[in-house]
């Protein structure tokens, strides 16, 4: 199998909404009101959060059924913590971005602890967004500038 892409495009409505296009969905991210926003979706943080746990979920499923183990069900939390000094343009002391993760994971199989040890370092390695979090990717960012006809 070769290299899979995925692509989101969008636009600003006002200086904290933005709405991204990925394939037939419209995704809002906004900021809540006491960061400014008017409340009308999750924050760029929540959705790296929701988009980790989404990929922990899918990842585990998979996992499983090559394993054989049963899940009957599963909840995941996942949540962090951020200094904004950086982002509100305070201080450059801390790091902009999430100084840890925590990720807790509520599973009801029958499989013993051995199992479920072997069937969670084989999600943690097999997960994207964990392979994102946990190593340097390579970003590019370019501004191009639109052109008005006269």
Known sequence: MGLLNF???GGNENPTKFV???????????????????DHGPNPVEYLLAGYAGCLNVVA??????????????TIEVDGDINPARLFGQSNDDRA???????????????????????????????????????TTPVSVKVSTFEFAA
């Open 7 to 9: 692509s989101i495009s």
């Open 20 to 38: 991204a296009n990925a394939r037939n969905f419209k995704v809002i991210v906004d900021e809540p009101a006491e960061l400014g926003g008017t």
């Open 61 to 74: 499923h998979l996992v499983a059924k090559e394993f054989g183990l049963e899940i009957k069900k599963l």
């Open 97 to 135: 971005g999430f100084k840890d993760i925590r990720v807790n994971i509520s599973l009801d199989t029958d499989a013993n602890q051995q199992s479920i040890d072997k069937w969670l370092k084989e999600v943690e390695n097999r997960c994207p967004i964990n392979d994102n979090l946990r190593n």
